[in-house]
């Protein structure tokens, strides 16, 4: 029997009989049966928790808020459903994972199994090595199969156990990449026993190393730097912590779509089955792994260490050939809550993140980067200037924008994090405004204090008068002001002259209904900033940076691995929709590579676009860079307002939306406006845009998709702008 999970203090009895105690959540458990009844009684008792950790326990070197019970620091289990502020309720009880009867039957199967795949120049190598048990004892041919090449393997015999092992080393292979940068091949790996084929799963070929130099921390994959950007994920079923397959498909699908390579799995939270694995194997994202430990001071305790080891050797063992794993850090935010505790630099160490973890990496996954705790680096660990950071400098401490550049983040493993409204079509606006609105512990102010800010400094708005005039429109400039802030930071961010090599946004998904941090709500739909960041992190994208005296500059990244051929345009228009500047220069730019230059040299001398030296009157209201490929495919943009983001409501913008049937289940939106619409967002009932929040620059129009479940649905709904007073409705092309 397998039991692949149990939350959390769990003896289980089969037919009155006792099979198993378990103090573990995370640990799979495996019992024999050797006899069972026609009808048979499965038990599994869970104890409550509370009673178990009452009692008088060491006490931690520093307390931490995150969690009500400090006495949790020794048990291993999840923090899901245990953190005042954002995650308070429903922790897991039982049966988490699968419980499985498995038969042993006659054939060969496998007991335990390790793969270590190597690059070698353009080559590569695969080390197996298992162990088996079988029906007999009979000399075997064992081999070792990697696609269509094939070796030999050394075997040894104790009874019925068979343990085989050797390395096949392949001349010419291809590297898999983060989607962002190639493509993601996977070689299958099998053990020919005799007449018996048993299937290993895969392996890809890629290096991955951490350049560490001048106090950065820089994935560098396949020797290509990566500008790292994703988000930190939540299980997409926070209740049974068991979403199917199809579901954590499509929340990767949308990781993937908004640009994203890489998603980090934190300590507070539980580990992801060989599912989610194979998916960000096959779409190309790479995964920063926490092991579940978070806040908390560890306990330095032979017992705790030992348990420990076991969980880590067990979990980690199936990462081995896994191309989307990146990296093991030990713990989040441990020795963050120590410093800010007031410990001295370096008498918070801990054996288990110092020792214990970081010897099982080297058993089990050699060669892979491990860090003991994030943030980490520098004399404090949470400095944004060295090695990695938590940075919430914009957002939660609501400091200006241009903090993303004055804190010198290099690797932000969490950031930007806002209560972030869901869409209209998925939130009922009348209900409670602060349902699903995250604080943190012992805070006065919360989440939506901090979205109100932004609102407040990037539109000139009181929150709190516009939520007294109209509730829908507060809530479409709270969801506006969280979309220009993160499309900003990252965009700084980015850009080839940052020093930050990349950002992980807090967090994925919504835990509950409501405005939570997630880029996704509750049921995984995409919200505002979703749409904004996917313009900022697509692998080919355009980015506007205001350099201040140094004028307006267009950055073009390409990160894909062949060149980028096409005209870049730049327009800037006058408050009236006037087009006043334009220039179309074509330009080409290397695979892994971008280019910079400035809004003077392509329109052949200076204009003041930033409005920095304010010499005369306005001129410009909106600049526009547009990119075109020369292959054709959707045009990318970016926006830059010179006066200040605030806009007045104008009663007319000349916005229309006419929708017309492109297939069975989808529908082509074509929305033109006569003057600038900024923050477009389609509320189409029963469809799915394509595209949403983004701006149009006068005269422009853009066709998106709207797609939809029912074939035989008209879509009705409406297309507004921030800066229109009246939303329009959709109308049909007839």
């Known amino acids: ?66 969690a009500r019970r400090p006495n949790l620091r020794w048990v291993r289990t999840t923090l899901l459903g245990r953190m005042d502020g954002w995650s308070a309720w429903a922790a897991p009880v039982g049966a988490w994972r699968p419980v499985e009867l498995v038969s042993r039957g006659a054939a060969v199967r496998v007991v335990s199994s390790t793969i270590d795949a190597n690059c070698d120049g353009p080559g590569g190598s695969v080390h197996v090595r298992a162990t088996l048990e079988r029906p007999d004892d009979q000399p075997v041919v064992a081999h070792v199969c990697v696609g269509d090449q094939v070796a030999a393997l050394l075997w040894s015999a104790s009874g019925a156990r068979l343990t085989v092992e050797g390395t096949l080393q392949l001349a010419d292979v291809e590297r898999w990449w983060p989607h962002t940068h190639g493509a993601q091949p996977r070689y299958p790996v099998a053990l020919e026993i005799g007449d018996t084929t048993i299937e290993l799963g895969t392996v890809g070929f890629r290096t991955v190393e951490i350049d560490r130099s001048d106090g950065g921390f820089q994935f560098v994959v396949n020797d290509t730097p990566i500008f790292c950007r994703g988000a930190v994920w939540v299980p997409p079923d926070i209740v ?103 410990l001295e630099p370096g008498s918070w160490e801990s054996t288990v993140l110092e020792q214990t973890i970081p010897a099982v990496v080297d058993r089990v996954l050699p060669g892979t980067t491990y860090i003991s705790s994030s943030p980490i680096g520098g004399v404090l660990p949470f400095e944004p200037a060295v090695g990695v950071a938590h940075y919430f400098g914009v957002g939660a401490y609501q400091r200006p924008l241009s903090d993303a550049r004055r804190a010198g983040v290099r690797f932000a493993a969490e950031c930007l994090a806002f209560a972030i409204p869901p869409e209209r079509v998925s939130v009922d606006e009348t209900a409670d405004a602060k349902a699903g609105v995250p604080r943190d512990p012992g805070a006065t102010w919360d989440f939506e204090d901090v979205r109100d800010f932004y609102v407040r400094s990037l539109f000139d708005i009181d929150p709190m008068q516009a939520r007294n005039a109209d509730a829908s429109f507060a809530l479409d400039l709270g969801r506006a002001a969280v979309a220009e802030a993160m499309s900003a930071v990252m965009s700084e961010w980015r850009q080839p002259g940052s020093r930050c090599a990349g950002g992980l946004v807090l967090a994925w998904q919504d835990l509950w209904p409501g405005a939570g941090w997630g880029l996704l709500d ?50 800037a228009y006058a408050e009236d929709g006037l087009r006043v500047e334009d220039a179309r220069p074509t330009i080409e730019v290397d695979g892994h590579s971008a280019i910079s230059v400035s809004a003077s040299a392509l329109l052949g001398g200076f204009r003041d676009l930033t409005r920095a030296y304010r010499f005369g009157l306005p001129a410009h209201d909106v600049v526009v860079a547009t990119l075109t490929s020369a292959e054709g495919g959707p045009e990318r943009d970016s926006f830059y307002f010179p006066l200040g983001r605030a806009r007045p409501r104008l009663r007319d913008i000349g916005l229309t939306a006419r929708a017309a049937r492109a297939a069975p289940n989808e529908w082509a939106l074509t929305i033109s406006s006569k003057l600038l619409a900024q923050w477009v967002a389609v509320d189409a009932r029963g469809y799915a845009p394509a595209d949403s929040w983004f701006h149009l620059a006068p005269g422009a129009t853009r066709t998106i998709r709207l797609r939809g479940a029912d074939p035989d649905r008209i879509p009705d709904g409406e297309v507004r702008a921030l800066n229109a007073r009246t939303p329009v409705p959709i109308t049909l092309d007839q």
Not at 35 to 49: D, G, S, T, V
Request: aromatic content about 8%.
């Open 522 to 571: 509750s049921s995984g739909q995409p919200k505002a900033p979703w749409y904004a960041l996917r313009r900022v992190l697509d692998p080919v994208a355009v980015l506007l940076v205001d350099e201040g005296l140094s004028g307006l500059m267009i950055h073009v990244v390409n990160d894909r691995p062949h060149a980028f051929r096409g005209e870049l345009r730049l327009a």
């Open 240 to 342: 049974s912590l068991a979403a199917d397959r199809d579901t954590v498909r499509a929340s990767l699908e949308h990781l993937r779509e908004a640009g994203m390579n890489m998603v980090r799995v934190a300590g507070h939270s539980v580990y992801e089955d060989a599912h989610f694995w194979d998916l960000c194997d096959d779409l190309g994202v790479m995964v920063w792994q926490d092991c579940m430990l978070a806040a908390f001071d560890p306990p330095d305790d032979p017992d705790f260490a030992q348990a420990l080891e076991a969980e880590m050797t067990q979990i980690l063992t199936p990462l081995q050939g896994r191309p989307a794993l990146a990296l093991i850090c030990g713990s989040s935010e441990t020795y963050q809550r120590a410093a800010m505790f007031g």
């Open 1 to 66: 029997m397998l039991l692949g999970g149990l939350a959390t203090f769990a003896d289980v009895w089969l037919n009155g009989v006792h099979l198993l105690h378990s103090e573990n959540m995370f640990l799979e458990h495996t019992c024999a049966v050797d006899h069972l009844e026609p009808e048979n009684e499965l038990y599994i008792r869970c104890a409550a928790l509370d009673p178990a950790i009452a009692g008088k326990r060491p006490r931690p070197r520093w307390k931490t808020a995150l």
